[in-house]
């Protein structure tokens, strides 16, 4: 289980499904009984002592009106596809439940930044932006050969890297199907190789809460 702060106050816990009734059953012994609400994301918590903790329904899953039928649903296997990019490397994938059944990295060298001024930076950066476009135009390619069959089949499209690049690849129009499937969720992935994409499966399948304390611990 991972922790960070989240903006606004509180913090935000990234729980695994098969221990998302585990972390509600300790939720409850430290702050008491809670009530649940449905809300637009998922579940609310809400404790007697005034803490509360957001469910988030992880992507894919379908929503759920108690805690019972939210952990079912995580766990559940669904089949989700992946799409990561960053710099001139790509990786795609689409995985079953926890197990990634089909995989692909590719990576296109592009040139760091120079510190060089004048006509010599100009150059460089030229040549940075068209090695940029082709790696790109590589990633775009990846997906319509490997992830476009697959739409169909697919609950969600998990992507992660950096956000322009991944925006980039889904506005080619071949890829419409798989850009209508994207989660909300971004994951926060390194360059992308192949353990990067074996771990974000587990990381798209995740129960994100935000926990906020009782107001009087604060």
């Known amino acids: 289980m991972s922790s960070r702060p989240a903006a606004g106050g509180g913090r935000w816990v990234e729980v695994t499904p098969a221990r998302v009734d585990r972390w509600v059953d300790g939720f409850a012994d430290r702050h008491g009984p809670p009530t649940t609400t449905v809300w637009e994301h998922g579940l609310l918590l809400t404790a007697p002592d005034g803490a509360t903790a957001e ?18 649903a995580a766990r ?59 790696a790109l135009g590589d990633a775009v390619d990846l997906a319509v050969r490997l992830l476009l069959p697959e739409a169909a089949d697919l609950a969600v499209l998990v992507c992660g890297g950096d956000r322009r690049a991944v925006d980039i ?50």
Do not use: C, M
């Open 55 to 72: 469910l988030h329904t992880p992507p894919g899953a379908p929503p759920a009106a108690d805690v019972p039928g939210f952990v079912a």
């Open 169 to 218: 690849v889904l506005a080619d129009r071949r890829l419409a199907p798989l850009a209508a499937l994207r989660a909300e969720r971004l994951l926060d992935v390194p360059e992308p190789r192949h353990a990067v994409l074996l771990a974000a499966v587990a990381s798209a399948r995740a129960v994100h809460i935000l926990i906020r304390d009782p107001p009087d611990s604060r």
């Open 76 to 134: 559940a296997p669904r089949r989700i596809g992946l799409l990561l990019a960053r710099k001139g490397a790509v990786a795609v994938g689409v995985a079953e439940g926890e197990k990634l059944i089909v995989s692909k990295v590719d990576s296109r060298y592009v040139q760091g930044r120079t510190a060089a001024g004048g006509w010599s930076q100009q150059r460089f950066a030229r040549r940075r932006d068209n090695q940029a476009k082709a």
